[in-house]
Structures are given as structure tokens and as C-alpha cells.
């Protein structure tokens, strides 16, 4: 069973921010939160993911709460583009650990 | 680098029949791995590769088989085709482990009929 819990879909306005939540309340402390996105009949495509501290890149921030157990993808500036399924998923970095999709955020950006 | 590639895009399958999914990657990646994606559902692990002549199952591997004799190559059999095996296919690798960021390929839309 996936560890995280997401909302069913959002939507944003493009060129706003999109912020999307992840609820992990029972992650352990070594174990990453990583974000993926599935754009419309495509193969997922990583997007960010971090353990304890806020991380950004050219795609996305990733914001981790103190406790860990929530986290909050931001995309700054949605365009159509970024309309997708977004995964949130825990994991850590034991061998025997696999990735788990759940059924994810699906976000539309609307013009 | 054309990162992970699978054949064919399509393909339909009779009841019974079986065919070989093939994938194939060139970013001289240890891990690599199968899902299989319903409609509407997130993916689900079918297999999975931790170097050459190493395989495992995943979540949902009944019905199918797979072989890793190279690094770059990792195909996935279907035996006995059924229709509760109408997916998507998608193949991954990994530099190491799934905890890496895994790179997918465009997906195999299978229809058994």
C-alpha cells in the first residue's frame, strides 16, 4: 500500500502557483519523499525529492515540514504543459525497497 | 542518449497468445524494471533487475517472465495471454537502486482480445 495520501485533482490557473500537498505521516527517518509526474499516456518523469531540507531545481521546490510528515511540491509558474499526474512517494534507502505509485494529484492547468 | 526505448508502441494479442515486450537502455544503468499501468490506476511493479543474469519479482508478476543477459537489454515475456493482462507496459532503469531517479520509457499499449 502507498505510505503517502494526496488529493484526487487540482487545478491552477497558468502562470500561477501550483502547490501541490502530500500527507506521509508515517515516514521513517531514512526515508526520502520523491515527486514524479505522468504527463497524459507517457512513462512518468522525475521531478525532485529531498529527506529533511527544502530542496529546489529547475523544475520544481520540494518543501518538507519539520516533522516530516507532510511535504508540498511547488510548481512557480504553471503552464498547460505541466498538466499531469503528479506522484508523491516515500522510500528509503534500504535494498529490498521499491517504489510504490499510488494514484496521485491529477493537476490541470487552465488557461 | 536515447535513454530507455521499448518496442513495440502497440500491439494486440489473442487470448492464449504470447509475445516478448523488449526494452532497452543506454545510460549503462545497474537497476532496471517493469510496471504495468490500468486505467486511472498509479503503476504496479511486475519485475525487477539489479545487474546481468540478477531478476525479481515485483508486486504483480504472475503470467509473465524475464530475463536480464545484458546490462542494456531487459525484456518482459507474456505466456498464455489473457485479458486481464490489457495494460500499459512501461520499462525503467536506475543507476542504482529505486531510491535513484528512474528514467521510463514511452510505454507498450497491450490490448488481449
Known amino acids: 500500500d502507498a505510505k503517502t495520501t494526496q488529493p484526487t485533482s487540482m487545478d491552477c490557473a497558468e502562470g500561477r502557483a501550483a502547490n501541490l500537498p502530500c500527507n506521509h505521516s508515517?515516514?521513517?527517518?531514512?526515508?526520502?519523499v520523491y515527486w514524479y509526474r505522468q504527463i497524459h499516456s507517457q512513462g512518468p518523469q522525475y521531478i525532485i525529492h529531498g529527506l529533511k531540507n527544502n530542496e529546489t531545481n529547475e523544475m520544481a521546490s520540494l518543501i518538507i515540514t519539520e516533522d516530516r510528515k507532510s511535504s508540498t511540491l511547488i510548481l512557480p509558474h504553471a503552464t498547460l504543459r505541466d498538466t499531469a499526474v503528479y506522484y508523491c512517494?516515500?522510500?528509503?534507502?534500504?535494498?529490498?525497497?521499491?517504489?510504490?505509485f499510488g494514484k496521485g494529484t491529477k493537476l490541470t492547468v487552465n488557461p | 542518449n536515447a535513454g530507455v526505448t521499448q518496442t513495440p508502441k502497440f500491439r494486440i494479442l489473442k487470448i492464449g497468445q504470447s509475445m516478448t515486450l523488449q526494452c532497452t537502455q543506454d545510460?549503462?544503468?545497474?537497476?532496471m524494471y517493469w510496471y504495468r499501468q490500468d486505467p486511472g490506476m498509479g503503476l504496479k511493479l511486475i519485475y525487477y533487475s539489479v545487474g546481468a543474469g540478477i531478476t525479481d519479482k515485483g508486486e504483480v508478476p504472475n503470467g509473465y517472465n524475464v530475463s536480464r543477459s545484458t546490462t542494456e537489454d531487459f525484456p518482459l515475456r507474456l505466456e498464455l495471454a489473457a485479458p486481464s493482462q490489457t495494460s500499459v507496459y512501461f520499462c525503467?532503469?536506475?543507476?542504482?537502486?529505486?531510491?535513484?531517479?528512474?528514467?521510463f520509457g514511452p510505454g507498450t499499449r497491450l490490448t488481449v482480445t
Open positions: 525503467a532503469s536506475s543507476y542504482m537502486g529505486p531510491v535513484y531517479e528512474q528514467y
Open positions: 545510460m549503462n544503468h545497474n537497476y
Open positions: 512517494i516515500v522510500i528509503g534507502r534500504g535494498g529490498s525497497e521499491k517504489l510504490v
Open positions: 508515517t515516514i521513517s527517518g531514512n526515508e526520502y
